[in-house]
């Protein structure tokens, strides 16, 4: 079993609507979590990390995270096509992250 | 000023040749790490040091050697290259290597291609 899943995706949004991304985790010890954005061809950035049940948000994005189901989300409100990039949620495990395989997601304009 | 550097950014070379990626941040962080990122865009730790101590070393050959002169400096030696080392490698650190919010910053990556 992997220890974080993502749906590869593409995950394909009209520019406007809401893209939600998900992810599974394996390690019930798990803290701390983080979201990814990948572009093509460049390095992964942080967008958000969430530590505490319920949601977190900053600007369009929100996280949402759910420990006893051992489940967090991305959602990404009033998606632009500039959004169109690899999402990669990372657990962290003690002292390393363990990163999903990343959900593509293309914004149509 | 960039955060976490890594030269060089592409390495083309041969079956069986020996080569060296070096990173250095300067974000006075303790802990530095070596990732691998296949084709199929999975990224997977290799290696984590903490003010120079390797404290993560994951199921990785030991043709990969990575030493870490001081604590903004992580180098990835890798010798007899293989096929199946063409990736790209990415360095990152990070403030601690403990658990909690310990974001880490990533360079830009070294896209490695054996011929």
């Known amino acids: 079993q992997k220890e974080v899943e993502q749906n590869s995706g593409p995950l394909s949004v009209p520019e406007g609507a809401i893209a939600s991304l998900n992810c599974t985790y394996s390690?019930?010890?798990?803290?701390?979590f983080f979201w990814y954005r990948q572009y093509s061809g460049k390095s992964p950035e942080l967008i958000m990390f969430?530590?505490?049940?319920g949601d977190k948000e900053d600007g369009r994005f929100t996280a949402q995270l759910n420990k006893a189901s051992q489940y967090v989300s991305l959602l990404i409100r009033d998606s632009q096509p500039s959004d169109s990039a690899t999402y990669l949620c990372?657990?962290?495990?003690?002292?390393?992250?363990?990163f999903g395989a990343g959900t593509i997601l293309r914004v149509k304009s | 000023d960039t955060a976490v550097s890594q030269t060089p950014k592409y390495l083309v070379t041969q079956m069986g040749n020996d080569k060296s990626i070096k990173c250095e941040q300067n974000?006075?962080?303790?802990?530095m790490y070596w990732y691998k990122q296949d084709s199929k865009k999975f990224l997977k730790i290799m290696f984590s040091?903490?003010?120079?101590?390797?404290?993560i070393n994951e199921t990785v050959p030991n043709r990969f050697s990575p030493k870490s002169p001081d604590k903004a400096h992580l180098n990835l030696h890798i010798n007899s290259l293989e096929l199946g080392d063409s990736a790209v490698y990415f360095c990152?650190?990070?403030?601690?290597?403990?658990?909690?919010?310990?974001?880490?910053?990533f360079g830009p990556g070294t896209r490695l291609t054996v011929l």
């Open positions: 990152a650190s990070s403030r601690t290597s403990g658990g909690g919010n310990n974001e880490q910053f």
């Open positions: 390690d019930r010890g798990s803290q701390s």
């Open positions: 969430i530590y505490s049940n």
């Open positions: 990372a657990v962290n495990g003690g002292n390393k992250l363990v």
């Open positions: 974000l006075g962080h303790d802990t």
């Open positions: 040091y903490n003010n120079k101590e390797l404290i």
